[in-house]
């Protein structure tokens, strides 16, 4: 998964959330469940309610695809997603959407990638914060270039 929306909070009504969503999360979980596995520094069961959803399924390195996909997402599911604070999400538990692009670093000076105003009206009218994280190429990728 190269593009997430991930949303979390501490009195969130996820359950109440996702009737209003047009589409499906990959990931639900309720305040007070055992995780499915330990995490480092974390509490065995969640201490907050929340969800994710799979925004985009292009590679690594198509940036410019996740970003049109990231897009029809929040225009799908946008009358779900102003809901958001009305089944107690505070406003201080902003939602992400997470962007993994391939890092270029070792073949360029210089790395720089563009949000399109459209990306950020949408996220900033839904109040949804925009992450994006570079991870290096695989072995694999790199030997295909060659």
């Known amino acids: 998964m190269s593009c997430i929306l991930i949303i979390e909070g501490k009195d969130f009504n996820v359950t109440e959330f996702l009737k209003l969503m047009e589409s499906e999360p990959y990931e639900k979980h309720l305040k007070g469940e055992k995780r499915p596995f330990k995490k480092r520094n974390h509490p065995d069961i969640y201490n907050s309610s929340g969800c994710r959803f799979d925004l985009s399924s292009e590679d690594f390195n198509n940036f410019t695809q996740q970003k049109i996909d990231a897009i029809n997402f929040l225009k799908k599911n946008k009358k779900g997603l102003l809901k958001m604070t009305d089944l107690e999400l505070k406003e201080s538990e902003t939602p992400v959407i997470g962007f993994g692009i391939e890092n270029q670093m070792a073949d ?39």
């Open 108 to 146: 360029f000076w210089c790395q720089q990638e563009y949000l399109q105003p459209e990306l950020l009206k949408l996220s900033g009218e839904l109040n949804i914060g925009i992450e994006i994280s570079l991870y290096h190429p695989t072995e694999e990728d790199n030997n295909e270039d060659k």
